[in-house]
């Protein structure tokens, strides 16, 4: 079981930066393959960027390619998302998600997922 919560999001002008963090409890997130994702009003959820369990392979879409980092750290339990160049189009709700498998996931079927935190971008 993994529990997870995020922070960080907010208003930020357009070509600003932010850092989401996700707190995660459960001595399984070192083992767990965890991903960011956005969903904004009336839009379907969208995977922004994943990571394998050791933080060795992440996945990019395309739209944030070179703009957003995602990174992790096992021994804080936590995983982050750098963010920068945002666009207004970026505005949405963010999630972390956990998986019970280790590698890189690139889908949505992930098992636990946390609240979710807004980042709004002023243009």
């Known amino acids: 079981q993994v529990q997870l919560v995020e922070s960080g999001g907010g208003l930020v002008q357009a070509g600003g930066s932010l850092r989401l963090s996700c707190a995660a409890s459960g001595r399984s997130f070192s083992s767990a393959a965890m991903g960011w994702f956005r969903q904004a009003p009336g839009k379907e959820r969208e995977l922004v960027a994943a990571?394998?369990?050791?933080?060795?392979?992440?996945y990019y879409a395309d739209s944030v390619k070179g703009r957003f980092t995602i990174s992790r750290n096992n021994a804080k339990n936590t995983l982050y998302l750098q963010m920068n160049s945002l666009k207004p189009e970026e505005t949405a709700v963010y999630y972390c998600?956990?998986?019970?498998?280790?590698?890189?996931?690139?889908?949505?079927?992930?098992?636990?997922w946390g609240q979710g935190t807004q980042v709004t971008v002023s243009s």
């Open positions: 998600a956990a998986d019970s498998s280790r590698y890189t996931k690139v889908n949505v079927n992930y098992d636990y």
């Open positions: 990571i394998n369990w050791s933080g060795g392979s992440a």
